[in-house]
């Protein structure tokens, strides 16, 4: 005897409507958590990111086939309510606080006479030997993550915004409203400091 | 823009030293530059390995956590079972 279609809730269901919510968040939940905590630097912040993700993505009701292509959507959701944070944010926090614009590694340049301004040789960039070897190696990015998470909170957020992004110094500079030298300072702070801990931590080691 | 100040930025573009140098790696990363500042970071890079090696770790390390992006998310911190609860819920709604 065929079951009787309309008796059955599931066929109610529209065609195309994603997996259980409470499925997504044991599924992906941890990983946008961590993406999100990653931007954000604060895990309050971050649960909220997350929350507001799902709801979003509830009321956008997609069809995909597998879950890698479910959990890009979702991050992408999440990057938009990031971003839509930084917007806010750009206006209270200091993105232009000029306070750690001042030591760029000063302490590794000749201070004056002959020479000034050139890397003190011995405290300049050593040779990294082969540094996509180093690709593979789960220490490598424990010591990357250590270091990006000493950048400061805005430094990194910035620094994540152009390299991991990918967004131009224009989209960058229209997000967090601030003027395009502030953004190549940043910038330039981010990548010295990162090589610099990179260096110390990880490639003077493995020699 | 005064005569002594015009001359004295196309020197710095013209001969850089290396802090200056570093500054341009990087801005050259995200913006296209005068050829004057080019130019000068071209000649400086000739001469100078210290500064040839800081452009090519900062272009390494760009590249590599736009490559590796999952490596940079690792960690042992999830959503705390709270957290998971709550955001559960509210989706039941």
């Known amino acids: ?207 | 823009m005064n005569l002594w100040n015009r001359l004295r930025t196309t020197a710095t573009a013209l001969l850089p030293d290396c802090r200056e140098a570093s500054r341009v790696q990087s801005k050259l990363l995200d913006h296209p530059l005068p050829a004057s500042r080019r130019f000068g970071l071209g000649l400086h890079l000739l001469v100078c390995k210290w500064c040839r090696r800081y452009g090519r770790q900062i272009r390494f390390l760009g590249h590599a956590a736009r490559d590796h992006q999952d490596e940079l998310l690792k960690s042992d911190c999830g959503l705390s079972p709270e957290a998971r609860d709550r955001i559960k819920r509210r989706l039941r709604e």
């Open chain 1, 1 to 207: 005897m065929q079951p009787d279609p309309t008796s059955n809730p599931e066929s109610a269901k529209p065609p195309g409507v994603l997996s259980e919510p409470s499925q997504w968040v044991d599924e992906h939940g941890d990983y946008l958590f961590r993406f999100a905590l990653a931007r954000l630097r604060n895990p309050v912040l971050a649960e909220d990111a997350v929350q507001d993700t799902f709801l979003a993505a509830l009321k956008g009701g997609r069809n995909f086939a597998g879950r890698s292509a479910e959990r890009s959507w979702l991050t992408g959701i999440l990057k938009n309510k990031i971003y839509d944070h930084f917007r806010k944010a750009g206006r209270e926090t200091s993105f232009t606080d000029l306070q750690f614009y001042n030591d760029e590694d000063s302490d590794r340049f000749v201070a004056e006479g002959a020479g000034q301004g050139g890397w003190i040789h011995e405290l300049g960039p050593q040779e990294w030997p082969n540094p996509g070897e180093s690709l593979d190696n789960e220490l490598f990015w424990r010591t990357y993550r250590d270091c990006s998470g000493k950048l400061s909170k805005n430094v990194a957020a910035v620094f994540n915004l152009r390299e991991v992004d990918g967004l131009d110094s224009r989209e960058i500079c229209a997000l967090l409203d601030i003027s395009e030298s502030n953004l190549w300072v940043m910038l330039h702070r981010a990548r010295m400091a990162l090589r610099r801990c990179m260096e110390t931590n990880w490639f003077d080691k493995i020699k």
